[in-house]
């Protein structure tokens, strides 16, 4: 599949130009000062908390991230390439409330986080295991980062996302990361088994929280997803791996509420990804995103326009790619299923199609000839099962057979089918050894 | 913006020459006399009902067929511009069922045709009232056709489908046109208020019934879809304005259905808007379709998927944009609310950026600076209504207030939203005489 790009060259051009223009003469404030000792250090001009950036010092920094990267797994077959021709699907970050159609709205528990880490695992399409999926509102505040992190490291062997709130939190996941992997922090640098998501204050801010867990991460080499240019290449040791990474929509102006079903939020995404490709970045982007407070239409049509045009887009980092209602609030367990067959059908359209002499066949189209069929032809039996996406919940027969059955929505099939997944559920095999290491970490640290 | 290339400018040529070599070796069958009379005629090699193209005269006719034209409205402000940078969007065309939340499933009358005329007048994305939006299996066989083009020529001032099965639905079409526009036929041809959908049998087949009214409306110089490239230049007189048309997609193997909702279906699109463009034809691909059977999730994101495609690809007419459920089989008024929400998401995208002085703001980020906030400012209240899309039904409040309100899902809106639409509809204005004169013709062929 090629590239969409929205924009022409020249909009591209001129929106990196008012780019320049605004870290020049406007400048950003950074509210910490460990991170503002950097740029002085570095040659930027500084007035107290704000830093102004010139544009050869902004091109030079931007020039030392890296365009392409790998995240290792505990199991190396889902290491996560994250750049290049790639993309990689990441379930739903930050909700404060889960639901579903038994038990309703409610605050999420750890039990909800972990469930959800069983489920990115059982998906085809969820490439890395997300972050805060659901927040553990049954552990207390300082416990929750820790145990966030065991479940992602015991309950899959996939990539996972690291914690985000301030040094600390950053701190104890790399200590954590390395007894996971039995190896020194040096070492896991070369891994790079993790990545983590840190937000501006827009316009033009950074608070002490999210730059010093920046700093923490960025001096243990670890990946990171960052809001804005501005801070990409700049605020980051030289050549720290780096996601471009945009989530701007629009706002709901009748309500003063966050918009992210908006198509603008689509055009956004589109923009964030050329952006990014203009400075040799991966993006981050899109994502199966919806302002709806149920798994209904609504959320199918806005989650897919979202995650499509990611797709299409050349973003190569999609969070929230399962599991968001409410923009953001809730995480809902039937939207995480509805969300993994959007992700299916999104990576089949991305995996393209090229006119090779076995696809154009026409040597089958000769033998079959006018008014002849193909369904019983041999070279369908030996195609369809590679070529045709195959949906997770089958609702593809008749009205007839399908209302037979008891006419289900959607939603009811996808009720049915994560419990069924979280049954079937098996733990990924681990050595005891860092599973107790984990456990004793956490033990010392927190209490039982 | 700018139009999507899934396919690389190699495959598309390798795609044509495959094209060209079944047309010239395995040919096509044409099953009415009349049709291959023209074909030889014209010189072509024949054989019984199968004719075969050389690839010369398949590209001599091709570059006959005009890429741009102009259906005319009754009302002109309407107008439809089909090719260049435009695209349309039409109403669901064929089902024999329809539904409502509140009636359920049953078979279509002419009142839900009817209805349908109406709810395409109402909506700002519909741009063609559409064709058999709903089989009005209320009125006998012979009379449908005139029925339906009567709703369609007094309930709408838009460009309409015509009748499409036989050369007597066509040549019906064309009499009852000319009464409303009160010209000749001769006069009638330049302006082509409607166009219609012609299919063809796949593998490489026509039918009688389809040829016939082929030959009827391109004899009136009247627009057509056609479904295939080998008879868009070919088997119409020459220059007739036609639509290269995909509608191609993918069998649910399972059942031996038709899947619409296949992400195939969407590969298969972006491919038909490319072929038509290096053909220069205007293509008809997508719509909002979907395997579902209720207005659900499912609806929601196969709709979006396939809407959001043809869009982005530069796909010119979009068939099927509001209602379809079922793959084809049943219309439903609130699906038909619910795409016209998708449609009217990807209008808004379709639109485009431009990073224009005004847009960049730059003197708007200036003064707000770090740490500001844009929600008072001046610049947004002079631009949020112009850049924003409006949605037909707001669901964009946060939680507390929608539970509020009785928690409702956008199904139930669609709901009250088609009943208020069609409450609050006014027939837009017409000569009492061409309304009579419509009367007259059917009453005088079929009776009271």
């Known amino acids: 599949m090629q590239q969409f790009e929205y924009f022409t060259d020249d909009d591209v051009r001129k929106i990196h130009e008012a780019t320049l ?53 505990r199991n190396p077959e889902k290491n996560v390439v994250i750049g290049g021709d790639n993309i990689a699907y990441i379930p739903c970050y930050g909700p404060p409330f889960v639901c579903d159609l038994d038990r309703g709205r409610r605050e999420s528990t750890l039990e909800d986080f972990t469930n959800f880490v069983k489920l990115s695992y059982a998906s085809k399409s969820m490439d890395i295991t997300g972050g805060m999926m659901a927040e553990p509102n049954d552990i207390p505040h300082e416990r929750r980062n820790a145990e966030m992190m065991y479940a992602s490291m015991r309950y899959s062997d996939r990539p996972f996302m690291g914690g985000a709130i301030g040094a600390e939190a950053a701190r104890e996941t790399i200590e954590m990361a390395a007894i996971l992997f039995g190896c020194s922090e040096a ?18 801010a950074y608070d002490d929280r999210m730059l010093s867990a920046i700093m923490e991460y960025a001096k243990a080499g670890m990946p990171q997803l960052i809001s804005s240019l ?88 999609v969070l929230h790619s399962a599991g968001i209602l409410e923009g953001y609030m809730a995480a809902s367990y039937e939207k995480f299923i509805l969300d993994d067959e959007i992700c299916g059908m999104c990576k089949r359209i991305k995996r393209g199609e090229t006119a090779d002499p076995e696809k154009l066949a026409l040597d089958v189209i000769a033998q079959v000839g006018p008014g002849g069929e193909y369904l019983t032809h041999m070279h369908t039996f030996q195609n369809f099962r590679k070529a045709f996406y195959t949906p997770i919940m089958e609702q593809k027969e008749a009205y007839a057979g399908w209302n037979e059955k008891g006419g289900e929505s959607i939603e009811k099939v996808a009720n049915r089918k994560w419990k069924e997944i979280l049954e079937a559920y098996q733990e990924p095999a681990m050595p005891d050894e860092a599973l107790g290491e984990l456990e004793k970490y956490i033990e010392k640290k927190y209490g039982r």
């Open 187 to 204: 070492e896991l640098a070369d891994k790079m088994p993790m990545i983590s998501i840190l937000c501006t204050l827009t316009p033009l």
């Open 230 to 317: 501005s801070i990409a290449g700049a605020t980051s040791p030289e050549g720290t791996p780096v996601v471009f990474s945009g989530s701007s929509s629009a706002a709901a102006m009748r309500y003063g509420t966050l918009s992210v079903g908006a198509p603008e939020m689509a055009v956004n995404t589109a923009a964030t990804a050329q952006m990014a490709r203009f400075y040799g970045i991966p993006s981050r982007g899109g994502g199966a995103i919806t302002d709806s407070k149920l798994p209904d239409a609504q959320a199918g049509m806005e989650s897919m326009m979202s995650q499509l045009m990611a797709t299409l887009s050349g973003v190569h980092f």
């Open 21 to 73: 223009r605004v870290l020049e003469t406007v400048g950003v404030d950074f509210g910490y000062v460990p991170a503002v000792e950097v740029f002085k250090k570095a040659g930027f001009k500084v007035e107290g908390e704000r830093v102004f950036f010139s544009p050869k010092m902004v091109m030079e920094q931007v020039a030392k991230a890296p365009s392409e990267y790998t995240l290792q797994a």
